[in-house]
Structure formats: structure tokens, C-alpha cells
């Protein structure tokens, strides 16, 4: 699913702009905005977080958001995240932006 | 003499839950820009991945006015595409080419935890040209 995501790095060697996430693909970004959207496999995105998204659908990579991301749902979707990958920690935290 | 049994052989990685996976992106009238991570794949634990193909290509489409180098370039790490290289398709030139491009020469695994990335990077000054990289992997039971 598309998801409008915040950017980070700098862009510089070494430390790419990207999104915080394991897998992705299709990335548009905005470095003035520091946003992007994403191609998320669903598989990777909690219930919870995939109704956020469907609640405030973005078109553009400028709008901000009506209601900033929920704290709690960054951090179900982060434990999501490392469940999921079950690498021994929450690696990624991605937040919708 | 019997060493093995069909009964009990483990099967073939092709036999144990595989799917196929596909990364691809392909962007034409780039300008110059930083270095930025296209896409990742990251292989979820109890499982690996034969990486089968990655291809990656760069179309010069109009001159830049100051050249500096195009690059896509593929690498095991998610956030630097300089720690472990594996493809780089890379000119520096003030002449346009219809493609540069560069595939990896053979299969290769992926294990528990690590993650494949393609990033794009133009530090020219004007011009476009479009970027492309692709993957194609098969994920199956650890």
C-alpha cells in the first residue's frame, strides 16, 4: 500500500535519504518537506496503521497532515515491525507524515 | 551402501514456502540529486532469499551544464551504498549515452536480517537521465 511517510538522512554519501522501513519500493520524495511515498508490502503494516492511512488520504507530497501520527500507533507499528522481523529489536520507526 | 533417504531429505529451498519478490524502480527526467535509497528488501527472520537478478541501468536524456558523476548503484546495507557495493552503473561525461547499465553476475543469498537497496545519486548541475533498478528474489524457509 502507498503510504506518505517522513524522510530521513541527509542525502549525503553514506547517509541516503529513505524511509524508515525494512522494505519498500516505489519512493517519491520531497527533501523540502522531508516527506516521501512508499510502496509498503501490506503484510508490514499493522491493522491499526493501515486505518490511520485510510482515514487521511494525502495526494501530494506538501499537505501536511490533518492530524499528526499518534505516538502510540509509531510505536504498535515499530513493535509490528520487529515482531514481524523478529530481529531482536525495533529497528525501523517509520512514522506517517 | 544407503547414505540418505527421499523419505527424510530436506527438500530443495524451491520446495519450502518460496515466493517470488520483485523490486523495481525506473524514473525518467531525474535531475540532479542526493544520494536516496529507492528501495529495500530486508529478508524477516526464519527465512532467506536467493537474489536471482538485479539489473541497473541509466539513460542520459539531456546534457548537464557542469558534469559530475550519474550512479545507481545496489548494496547489502540500508543505509550507505558505500559499505558494501555489489552493482554500480556509473559515467561522468558531457556527452549523452543512449544507456549505461550493469547486472550482477551471478546468484547470491540473502540471510536473516540483512537488507538489499538500490540508491540513485546525480551530482551533476542541470540535465536529466533516467534511473533504473531492478531486482527479482526468491524468499523461502530458512
Redo the contacts between chains.
Keep these: 500500500m502507498i503510504i506518505r511517510l517522513r524522510l530521513i538522512g541527509s542525502g549525503r554519501d553514506g547517509d541516503a535519504y529513505r524511509v524508515d522501513l525494512p522494505t519498500y519500493q516505489g519512493v517519491t520524495t520531497n527533501e523540502a518537506t522531508g516527506r516521501a511515498f512508499a510502496d509498503v508490502p501490506a503484510i508490514d503494516v499493522s491493522p491499526d496503521v493501515a486505518a490511520f492511512v485510510a482515514a487521511y488520504p494525502t495526494v501530494d507530497l506538501v499537505t501536511p497532515l490533518p492530524v499528526p501520527f499518534p505516538q502510540s500507533l509509531a510505536n504498535a507499528w515499530a513493535e509490528h515491525l520487529a515482531r514481524r522481523y523478529d530481529l531482536g529489536e525495533a529497528r525501523w520507526h517509520p512514522v506517517v507524515f | 551402501m544407503k547414505v540418505s533417504s527421499f523419505a527424510v531429505a530436506r527438500p530443495a529451498y524451491y520446495d519450502r514456502n518460496a515466493t517470488r519478490g520483485r523490486?523495481?524502480?525506473s524514473n525518467p527526467f531525474t535531475a540532479p540529486?542526493?544520494?536516496?535509497?529507492?528501495?529495500?528488501?530486508?529478508i524477516?527472520?526464519?527465512t532467506k532469499a536467493f537474489v536471482e537478478t538485479a539489473v541497473a541501468s541509466i539513460v542520459s536524456e539531456v546534457n548537464p551544464t557542469t558534469v559530475g558523476f550519474q550512479r545507481v548503484q545496489f548494496g547489502t546495507d540500508?543505509?550507505?551504498?558505500?559499505?558494501d557495493v555489489l552493482i554500480i552503473s556509473q559515467y561522468t561525461s558531457l556527452t549523452v549515452k543512449p544507456i549505461i547499465s550493469a547486472n550482477c553476475p551471478t546468484q547470491f543469498t540473502l540471510y536473516?536480517?540483512q537488507?538489499l537497496?538500490a540508491?540513485t545519486?546525480d551530482s551533476s548541475v542541470g540535465g536529466t537521465a533516467e534511473y533504473a533498478a531492478s531486482t527479482q528474489y526468491t524468499v523461502f524457509d530458512a
Design positions: 523490486a523495481r524502480y540529486h542526493s544520494q536516496t535509497a529507492r528501495w529495500t528488501v530486508t524477516a527472520a526464519g540500508s543505509t550507505s551504498a558505500f559499505s536473516a536480517g537488507t537497496a540508491y545519486q
